[in-house]
C-alpha cells in the first residue's frame, strides 16, 4: 500500500527566510509521481510542484524546489524566500493511478 | 478562479435533510473526483469517474451518492447524514484517470464545499 508520511505538524519560518518541508512515502511501484500541494485557509488545493520517479533532476518552480531522494523515498518541499502568503497548509501527495496524500505542514509565516 | 468551481461554498443541513454539492468544471478534463477532509485527517478519497463512468467507489457509506451526468458536472447528493460527515468536500478533476503516466500534472482543486450537520 502506498503511504505519505509528513512529521511536521506545524512549522515557523520568519520572513524571506528559507523553509524545508518534510515528506517521505512507501510504495513498491517503481512508477510513480510525487507532488505538492498547498492549501490557504480559503480552502482550494493549489498544485505547486511535481516530481516523477524516473526524473533525474529535481524539480523547480520559482521559489518552490523539490528535493528529491529516491533511494531514501523522500521529497522535500524547500521554499526560499518565504513571503507571508505562503501560511498554509502544505500537502505531499504521491500519485500512481489516485492520489494518496499526507496529513499535512502547517506553515506560519512571521514579519 | 481555479477552473473547478464548487457550490455552495457553506451548508449546515440537520440529519434529516437531502441536499445536494455540485461541481463543475470547463477546463475540458474527463475525471473528477470527490475527497473528504476532515480535521486532523489526510484528504480521503470518495468518488472517481473516468468519461461519465465510476471507477471508484472508497467504501463511501451509501448516504452519499454521486452522480456524474457529463464530463463537465458532478454532483455529491446527501441525505441522512451524521454529525462526523462533517467536513470539507472537495472537488477535483484531471485530464482522465489515467494521465499520470504522461507526466500529467496533478489535479485541479475547487475551493469546497464546507459541510456542517447538526
Known amino acids: 500500500a502506498q503511504k505519505i508520511t509528513q512529521t511536521q505538524p506545524g512549522m515557523f519560518v520568519q520572513e524571506k527566510e528559507a523553509v524545508t518541508l518534510d515528506c517521505t512515502y512507501d510504495?513498491?511501484?517503481?512508477?510513480?509521481?510525487l507532488f505538492w500541494y498547498k492549501q490557504p485557509s480559503s480552502g482550494e488545493m493549489i498544485f505547486l510542484i511535481y516530481q516523477g520517479s524516473y526524473d533525474q533532476q529535481n524539480a523547480t518552480e520559482g521559489r518552490y524546489s523539490l528535493n528529491f531522494q529516491k533511494a531514501r523515498k523522500s521529497a522535500n518541499l524547500v521554499i526560499s524566500a518565504s513571503q507571508l502568503g505562503d501560511s498554509a497548509m502544505y500537502f505531499c501527495a504521491m500519485r500512481r493511478q489516485n492520489f494518496v496524500f499526507g496529513p499535512g505542514t502547517r506553515l506560519s509565516v512571521l514579519p | 478562479e481555479t477552473g473547478v468551481t464548487q457550490t455552495p461554498r457553506h451548508l449546515v443541513m440537520g440529519m434529516t435533510n437531502k441536499k445536494s454539492l455540485k461541481c463543475e468544471q470547463h477546463?475540458?478534463?474527463?475525471?473528477m473526483y470527490w475527497y473528504k477532509q476532515s480535521a486532523k485527517k489526510p484528504l480521503e478519497l470518495m468518488f472517481v469517474y473516468n468519461f461519465k463512468e465510476q471507477t471508484e467507489n472508497n467504501s463511501v457509506p451509501s448516504r452519499f451518492s454521486p452522480e456524474c451526468p457529463n464530463s463537465s458536472h458532478l454532483f455529491l447528493h446527501l441525505h441522512t447524514l451524521q454529525p462526523e460527515d462533517s467536513a470539507l468536500y472537495l472537488c477535483?478533476?484531471?485530464?482522465?484517470?489515467?494521465?499520470?503516466?504522461?507526466?500529467?500534472?496533478?489535479?485541479?482543486f475547487g475551493s469546497g464545499t464546507r459541510l456542517t450537520v447538526v
Open positions: 510504495t513498491s511501484d517503481p512508477s510513480y509521481g
Open positions: 477535483a478533476s484531471s485530464q482522465d484517470q489515467s494521465a499520470w503516466a504522461l507526466g500529467e500534472y496533478g489535479y485541479t
Open positions: 477546463l475540458g478534463h474527463n475525471a
